[in-house]
Nanobody
């Protein structure tokens, strides 16, 4: 059974940093690509960042590019999202998700293409 468990969320002031972790189990880590999504109250779930396992290519939403960094520790089956220069508009529940599909271009932004999801971790950025 595929399991994803996020951690690392919390309350931080604007300009601060957080590092989210996504611990994966139940599957061969290199066979899946991992995405980070977020969802604020009343808004749709949006793609934040994506790591494509086949070639290690990284993707970021324009809103976080230059501030967030996705990385992985394959030995620990864990994907990280380092979030710097946080803004109040980054406040949301953050989810990691796994996909076996080969996602190219902007398709990684589509949550429907990810079959496994974590429970989410709350990130709150105060102004």
């Amino acid at each position: 059974e595929v399991q994803l468990v996020e951690s690392g969320g919390g309350l931080v002031q604007a300009g601060g940093s957080l590092r989210l972790s996504c611990a994966a189990s139940g599957f061969t880590f290199g066979d899946y690509s991992i995405g980070w999504f977020r969802q604020a109250p009343g808004q749709e779930r949006e793609g934040v960042s994506f790591l494509r396992s086949s070639d290690g290519r990284l993707y970021y939403a324009d809103s976080v590019n230059g501030r967030f960094t996705i990385s992985s520790d394959n030995a620990k089956n864990t994907v990280f999202l380092q979030m710097n220069s946080l803004k109040p508009e980054d406040t949301a529940v953050y989810y990691c998700a796994a996909s076996t599909s080969r996602l190219y271009g902007s398709s990684w932004r589509n949550p429907a293409l990810f079959g496994s999801w974590g429970q989410g971790t709350q990130v709150t950025v105060s102004s």
